[in-house]
């Protein structure tokens, strides 16, 4: 039962260890593997865009700025996309009057946005076919109710 | 034996009306409008010291369409738009980029209402010789009138040739061209006169001011206070180098918004 006398002071060890631990300025470092997007943006003659106002768009939605900065004195800009919404990301520079574009593929091909892309012929075309499939089922089965009505 | 029948019309009628909702149509309005800025609106100051206002800003405007472009269109490689979906405003029109007050909007060129709905990313236009009225036989005519040191001079400058601009996504504040259903979208031609005659608020090397001719090359063309002249006028009477500067800086006029275009010019 002498053990019972070690119980305060190894309490009082442990929670010493602790505190140590607790004020030595610890560091902690995580990771997570991302893939981020630089640009460079420079005018016709190559000089950079410095200062450069950047927006990012996200292809879930084009119209809204999803991310905005400004490049670096090299005319660089650095962002990490959203891994979830994959698509053609759309980086607009512009400065002092001068700016552009660019589109950047992520993730999977998926189109950004668009019209129905479907011409007046593919049209006609699918709903007839839509329409003969219907036909030819309604025929199928009315001539299988008359072969048995005659057998 | 009625019975087949009846199933028949009945998918029949069902079939359509399935096609009837998958089919309707998905359209908005499209505006196509011009701009020539506030260097336009406002006047400025050139390259070279000019208070330059403007009365009038006329040009026509033909075969003008925008387009849902796959690949998106790249002005500096220039070619033909790849596109999915296209609208073509019918007409050709001749406008004043100068209307309106300093704060006026963009002319509105025209719309078209029953555009398919998307992101219209692209878009063409021709700026061709007009036909008729008091612009005929040019297809930009610039009226104004230049100050400096006391000095005034009333210009119109009128151009011959024609070009052609093809242009990618607008590039400016906000995005333009997505066209909703039932909803209403609108897209740009931007034409930059700076590029003409420079702005003393750019640095001097400034590309834009290393390119444009400024208004000091057309002073020694006027005569008693007044420039009135067409593009064979301003050959014989500009210096071989600076109507070079004036033929070569033409074709960039044409933007969208702040984005570039290719230019082939007629």
Redesign the interface.
Do not use: C, N, W
């Given at each position: 039962m002498k053990w019972k006398w070690l119980v305060l002071p190894m309490s009082l060890m442990l929670l010493l260890a602790l505190t140590t631990t607790a004020s030595a300025h610890g560091a902690k470092i995580e990771y997570t593997i991302s893939m981020a997007v630089e640009i460079v943006a420079t005018?016709?003659?190559g000089s950079p865009m410095t200062g450069g106002q950047v927006t990012v768009?996200a292809p879930d939605d084009?119209?809204t700025p999803w991310l905005e900065g400004v490049c670096d004195e090299e005319g660089r800009f650095v962002f990490t996309p959203d891994p979830t919404k994959p698509g053609t990301w759309?980086v607009?520079v512009?400065q002092?009057?001068?700016?552009?574009?660019i589109?950047i593929p992520i993730g999977e091909d998926v189109?950004?946005?668009?019209?129905?892309?479907y011409s007046t012929f593919q049209?006609v075309l699918m709903?007839t076919c839509?329409?003969w499939?219907?036909?030819g089922?309604?025929?199928f089965?009315?001539r299988n109710?008359?072969e048995y009505a005659h057998s | 034996?009625r019975?087949?029948?009846h199933?028949?019309i009945v998918?029949?009628l069902?079939?359509?009306i399935?096609?009837a909702g998958c089919?309707g149509s998905?359209t908005g309005t499209l505006q196509f409008n011009a701009n020539g800025e506030d260097f336009v609106r406002q006047g400025f100051v050139s390259k070279d010291g000019w208070a330059i206002t403007f009365d009038h800003v006329y040009v026509t405007l033909a075969d003008v369409t925008a387009y849902?472009s796959?690949?998106?269109y790249d002005p500096h490689a220039g070619g033909e738009v790849e596109a999915?979906?296209q609208v073509a405003l019918d007409g050709i029109h001749t406008v004043d980029l100068a209307e309106g007050g300093e704060d006026a909007p963009p002319i509105l060129v025209g719309q078209v209402t029953d555009a398919?709905?998307?992101?219209y990313n692209a878009i063409s236009w021709r700026m061709v010789r007009a036909s008729e009225g008091t612009t005929a036989g040019y297809s930009l005519v610039v009226v104004g009138s230049a100050e400096k040191d006391g000095q005034t001079i009333s210009f119109t400058i009128k151009v011959e040739p024609e070009y052609t601009y093809t242009c990618?996504?607008y590039?400016?504040d906000k995005?333009k061209g997505?066209l909703q259903k039932d909803g209403a979208a609108d897209l740009e031609m931007t034409f930059?006169f700076?590029h003409i005659f420079g702005d003393t608020e750019?640095p001097l090397d400034?590309?834009?001011n290393v390119g444009a001719p400024g208004f000091e090359p057309f002073v020694g063309a006027a005569q008693g206070g007044t420039l009135d002249v067409g593009m064979p006028d301003l050959q014989a009477q500009l210096s071989a180098a600076d109507y070079q500067m004036v033929v070569d800086i033409l074709p960039t006029l044409g933007h969208v918004?702040?984005?570039?275009c290719h230019c082939e010019t007629r």
């Open positions: 005018y016709d003659t768009y084009p119209a759309d607009q512009r002092a009057g001068h700016g552009d574009m589109h189109a950004t946005t668009g019209g129905g892309g049209i709903s839509v329409i499939g219907f036909v089922t309604a025929l089965f009315s109710r008359r | 034996m019975k087949p029948y199933m028949l998918l029949v069902l079939a359509l399935i096609l089919g998905e849902q796959d690949p998106p999915t979906t398919a709905a998307g992101q990618g996504e590039v400016g995005r997505m930059h700076d750019t400034d590309d834009l918004g702040e984005g570039h």
